[in-house]
């Protein structure tokens, strides 16, 4: 079972930035699609961004788009998750995935096609 670990939360002020990285245990990692999603207090879990294992793609929430950027680097094994001109409303608790499925939005944003998740980083924009 491959294990994932975000880093690179913290508290930052908006217009701020901040870039999250999702590092994998294993190499089958790199075979894997992944989605970025973020969860804050009394929502559900929604969805973010994601990047297929080729890398040549990517997917955004109409929220986020133009002020995140996904990338992976198969060598490292690992997939990055740059946010700017950062708001209030960006703060939840950041979640990477990895899915063996890749489509429309239909697909990248069904947290139950994940079989794997991490266990999550804070990021906290303030006014």
């Known amino acids: 079972q491959v294990e994932l670990v975000e880093s690179g939360g913290g508290l930052v002020q908006a217009g701020g930035s901040l870039r999250l990285s999702c590092a994998a245990s294993?190499?089958?990692?790199?075979?894997?699609?992944v989605g970025w999603f973020r969860q804050a207090p009394g929502k559900e879990r929604e969805f973010v961004a994601a990047i297929p294992w080729t890398g040549d793609s990517t997917s955004y929430a109409d929220s986020v788009e133009g002020r995140f950027a996904l990338s992976r680097d198969i060598a490292k094994n690992t997939v990055c998750l740059q946010m700017n001109s950062l708001k209030p409303e960006d703060t939840a608790v950041y979640y990477c995935a990895a899915t063996r499925y890749w489509g429309g939005a239909s697909i990248t944003t069904r947290t139950t096609l994940y079989y794997t998740w991490g266990q999550g980083t804070q990021v906290t924009v303030s006014s």
């Open positions: 294993e190499r089958t990692f790199s075979s894997s699609n």
